[in-house]
Nanobody, 120 residues
Framework: QGQLVESGGGLVQAGGSLRLSCVAS????????MGWYREAPGKQRELVAT???????TYVDSVKGRFTISRDYAKNTVYLQMMSLKPEDTAVYYC??????????????WGQGTQVTVSS
């Protein structure tokens, strides 16, 4: 099984920016997709952005135009560049990776989470 290690969270003012990083270890050639989820207080975890290996990114509507997900395959790292942050972006952000076990079996792996707090 692989491991995901996140960094980059913090406290920022509304309108500011942060970049989250997530480094994957293990057999990274089995990763089919990586993404970012977030969990706000009192709400369920939601998908923010995802990018499949060799594919294009998708985003939840609320962050389109403000967030950018990217991958550095040589460093086994996925990033989430967050700009024009709003108080409603406040949440714990989790890195996610989907690994292929075999042709019919996929598993989700999660980072430990990093807190992003946006003040108004």
């Amino acid at each position: 099984q692989g491991q995901l290690v996140e960094s980059g969270g913090g406290l920022v003012q509304a309108g500011g920016s942060l970049r989250l990083s997530c480094v994957a270890s293990g057999r990274t050639d089995s990763i089919k997709s990586m993404g970012w989820y977030r969990e706000a207080p009192g709400k369920q975890r939601e998908l923010v952005a995802t990018i499949p290996s060799g594919g294009i990114a998708t985003y939840v509507d609320s962050v389109k135009g403000r967030f950018t997900i990217s991958r550095d395959y040589a460093k086994n790292t996925v990033y989430l560049q967050m700009m024009s942050l709003k108080p409603e972006d406040t949440a714990v952000y989790y890195c996610n990776a989907i690994r292929e076990v075999d042709t019919t079996t996929f598993m989700h792996y999660w980072g430990q989470g990093t807190q992003v707090t946006v003040s108004s």
